[in-house]
């Protein structure tokens, strides 16, 4: 049974864009597949907690002693399976100064484990999660697909570059931009973002 694992990270809830177009993107996936298993993850609503002196190295070691680590380090083992049993991986991503939420950060620190998501060789780092799809809304007020602040976007490279880290090459952006530019702007924004989201699904 194909297996979509949906993250959604925008503080703005029924409002959110990139959560209408994830939506609209899940419900495409079971019109296709009505068999297919989702796995849904809130990030705004269940907030995967920082990083913190007690629970980092837990969470990077796999050792744990305190009832903290062992909290932090079940989470992460979670949130690990969690990904591994998925094929497709559907991820909502404002802009949020520039980069990612905090929330959804915080995701892939307690997923991108040292021997789990990756590891080094000779031959240099490997990314473990291969043989997976993602396909990531952004949502942006502003304009960064071209023009001058194409250099201010730490958005997709973080992200293209944490995926690609842990093996997840296969990777489709789609980018509803210049959400800020007023409710003509907005929603042809939006409409080109879900006509390329219907392809993509
Ligand atoms: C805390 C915060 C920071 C933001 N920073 C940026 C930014 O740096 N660049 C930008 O173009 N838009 C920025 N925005 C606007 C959001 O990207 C835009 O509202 C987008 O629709 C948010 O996604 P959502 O609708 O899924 O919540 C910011 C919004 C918030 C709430």
């Not at 959110?16 to 009505?34: F, G, I, K, M, W």
């Amino acid at each position: 049974m194909a297996t979509v694992l949906v993250l959604n990270s925008s503080a703005s809830g029924a409002d959110s864009v990139s959560r209408q177009l994830v939506q609209a993107t899940v419900s495409r996936l079971r019109h296709q597949n009505p068999g297919v298993h989702v796995v849904e993850r809130d990030l705004d609503a269940d907030p995967i907690p920082h990083l913190n002196i007690e629970t980092t190295t837990a969470v990077r070691t796999g050792l744990a002693e305190t009832a903290a680590q062992r909290d932090a380090l079940a989470l992460s083992n979670a949130l690990v399976e969690e990904l591994k049993a998925a094929d497709t991986i559907v991820i909502g991503a404002p802009m949020y100064n520039f980069g990612i939420p905090s929330t959804l950060k915080s995701w892939f620190d307690y997923v991108l484990r040292p021997g789990i998501a990756f590891r080094y060789s000779e031959a240099g780092p490997e990314g473990l999660f291969k043989g997976k799809r993602a396909v990531v809304v952004e949502s942006r007020g502003g304009l960064y697909s071209s023009g001058p602040a194409q250099v201010m976007d730490s958005q997709e490279p973080h992200l293209r570059t944490m995926l690609g880290f842990a093996g997840i090459t296969d990777v489709t952006f789609v980018r509803a931009e210049k959400l800020g530019f007023g409710p003509e702007a907005r929603e042809e924004a939006i409409r080109n973002a879900n006509a390329e989201l219907a392809l993509v699904a």
